[in-house]
């Protein structure tokens, strides 16, 4: 379950997915989306995607343990705001088995999406070192430990929780495997498709806290949603060549003049200003988050308008800075934002 569906999974790349952020090997291969791709993986790469780290290495990098983090964070957010919202202590034991099963959850989605991408990680520089696809973990393993972590994760939820959070839970690791994943390689649209399981940890917490779904869960829902773009289109041009091998239909593989990718991002980045202020319209948090977000999606937008100078830059390599830059801002805005919005939290109207 990715908070970017890729969101949150290239996180690390900023120093901190996403992802997500979030394979079948019937896609189109790199060569009929981009003339220029890279070849396969030279032994070199091969040989040291296959060097075994050890089982408690392969089982993190197997659940993508950063991503989870990252979803789990976010839950965290709804479920006290949630708690906020009900005027109940947010640091209880219902919090602790909250975000164990929704960690389990996404920690099972995620193991399910690199068995079905297993064929393509393998083919691209930056997951070829994965321990499925490396060999290092049995697709037959593989698949116990993705089935049982969501088994257990989904167990917890409906016992600790409600059927709500049970359900929307379910339904977020179906949307993100069997929806998210496959189409990646047919249609640029599953960037879209995968927002939608990526913006889901908020609203998992909050339906934990409330028992149901309602505008301010939606609002937490759509700053996620909207905040995966920008994030996601630099990760997708600074990782392009690396999806083209695999046959991914991305935008910039898709469309590699950059236009589609720059229009897309700054578009979601304008958006994301009025978005961020739902939690204020919703009495979720007061006047100095609302401040705090309009400085804060300025910043995101500012930041998105300079990702434009990749459409003149003289080289691929020449615009890897613009990219690079924009995830870096995009991975510390949401985490800014949600500290201030839970500090500034207001119990609003129950």
Known sequence: MPLSTHATSRIATAGVPAGDGP???HGPEAGSLSPD???ALSSEHRACAKAAPGLLSDYMALFKVRVTAMVVIT??????????????PSFHIGLLETLVGIGLISAGAAALNEV??????ARMVRTAGRPLAAGRISLPHGLLAAFATVAVGSLLLLRFTNSVTCALGLLTVFTYVAVY?????????????G???????PLLGWTAARGRIEWPAVALFAI?????????????????????????RMLPVVQPDGWSTVVEALIYAVIMLPVSL???YFHISGNIYAVAALVLGIGYLAYTIRFAKILKAPSFAASRPYARALLKASVLYLPVLLIIMMLDATAGRR
């Open 37 to 39: 791709a890279p070849p």
């Open 181 to 193: 994943t496959p189409l990646k390689f047919r249609s640029t649209l599953a960037t879209f498709i």
């Open 224 to 248: 996620l949603f909207v905040w995966q773009f920008p994030h996601f289109m630099a990760i997708a041009w600074l990782y392009r060549e690396d999806y083209g091998r695999a046959g991914i």
């Open 116 to 121: 079905l991408e297993r064929k393509s990680d």
């Open 278 to 280: 739902l939690p204020w």
């Open 23 to 25: 394979t079948l090997a």
């Open 195 to 201: 927002a939608f399981p990526g913006a889901m940890g």
């Open 75 to 88: 839950a965290w957010a709804g479920f006290y705001l949630g708690s906020v919202r009900s005027a109940i």
